[in-house]
């Protein structure tokens, strides 16, 4: 059993932490097996279907990942990552389908806002982050500045104001594409506004 969990192990590890149910029906455990090793506590459930390390605690943005494959890590969240905010938001906040089930969002940690998004949304301005050998999709700093934009009254004025300071001064930053995005989401007027007076 001792060289069993440790193939367990070293499968967690290669996933951030996290496996599927069928993952570990991959890798020979019956259902009654996956039971004894959550009552010994070398595995966790996150909810149906998906299962933590106890020796290898994922990220919460590998669970999200894991967990939530279609999900993009959206507004504050992609703030607090790119550095344009100090502010670490109350809950992990996530784009998402908004014909997906809401029901499928219901976990208890991490704690997850999902904001439902038009499909043909969801995929503008994504880029591949990896954590811990995982792809995790969040929004580049363009396109987060526009839901910035976009959701200016959702947010603190300190944390909008600091956001498009913060923009302005990344030499990352890709102001073609902001104009771009800006343009998709009907927002052309006020990225002139805030951005365009300063460029």
């Not at 919460?60 to 993009?72: L, M, S, Y």
């Amino acid at each position: 059993m001792i060289k069993r969990i440790e193939n367990i192990n070293n499968e967690f590890k290669k996933n951030g932490g996290v496996l599927k149910t069928s993952e570990l029906k991959n890798l020979g455990l019956s259902s009654r097996q996956i039971n004894k090793l959550m009552e010994e506590v070398v595995i966790s459930k996150i909810k149906y279907g998906f299962y933590e390390s106890t020796e290898y605690p994922p990220k919460e943005e590998v669970i999200i990942a894991r967990v939530f494959p279609k999900a993009v890590i959206f507004l504050e969240s992609a703030l607090m990552h790119y550095s344009y905010t100090d502010r670490i938001p109350s809950a992990w906040q996530i784009a998402v389908d908004k014909h997906s089930k809401t029901s499928q969002y219901d976990i208890d940690y991490p704690i997850i806002e999902p904001y439902y998004h038009e499909s043909k949304f969801i995929n503008i301005g994504v880029n591949i982050v990896q954590v811990e050998g995982v792809d995790i999709r969040i929004y580049d700093r363009d396109r987060t500045i526009c839901d910035t934009l976009r959701y200016e009254k959702k947010l603190e004025q300190e944390v909008f104001t600091n956001a498009i300071k913060r923009y302005l001064t990344d030499p990352k930053k890709n102001v073609r594409k902001l104009f771009e995005y800006a343009g998709e989401f009907n927002i052309m007027s006020k990225v002139q506004i805030y951005i365009g007076m300063w460029l």
